[in-house]
């Protein structure tokens, strides 16, 4: 009898426990933006990040919000710059976008190292559907790009 209680309560333990992980979120920058060294405009100015680039938040205040940008640098960006908008970046030397999620699909166009992607599907089984600026659209590996 005490056993299975004894499983419940082990399994209603992991749950909680899961409930406090959460997936990573990733924003793109609205417009170019200053990022500070701190959560206010008197801060130091470190360096403007260009629009559409994406960040990963890692905290999130009323007015402003911790980031990491694709180079891995901590910095603060004022909230009103962020959109919810998902691009990647290139981080390959050379990304080939194919027709279908298939390494043996043809190519429907290269992208260089920092390009920004917009991203237009949800990634699996190692690819992402993606479109460029001048819409191109096809498929890059994840491995390719940053922002996922």
């Known amino acids: ?9 082990l399994s209603l333990a992991l749950a909680s426990l899961c409930g406090l992980a959460q997936a990573i979120e990733y924003r793109s920058v609205a417009e ?3 990022l500070y ?3 206010s405009d ?3 100015k470190l360096y403007i990040i260009g629009a559409g ?4 938040v890692v905290v999130s205040l009323d007015k402003w919000v911790k980031v990491r940008d694709p180079g891995g640098a901590l910095t603060w960006i004022e909230r ?8 990647l970046i290139v981080t390959a030397a050379r990304a080939a976008v194919r027709q279908q999620p298939a390494a043996d699909a043809a190519v429907v166009f290269e992208a260089a190292k920092d390009v920004i992607l917009e ?3 949800t990634p699996a089984d190692g690819w992402v559907k993606v479109r460029h600026a ?3 659209s096809g498929f890059a590996r994840v491995t390719e790009v940053w922002g996922l």
Do not use: C, F
């Open 32 to 34: 170019p933006a200053i």
């Open 134 to 136: 001048d819409g191109a």
């Open 119 to 121: 991203s237009t599907g």
């Open 1 to 9: 009898m005490r056993a299975p209680l004894i499983r419940a309560g």
């Open 53 to 56: 680039t994406p960040v990963e």
């Open 80 to 87: 009103k710059s962020l959109a919810d908008k998902r691009t």
């Open 37 to 39: 060294d701190t959560p």
């Open 42 to 44: 008197k801060g130091n």
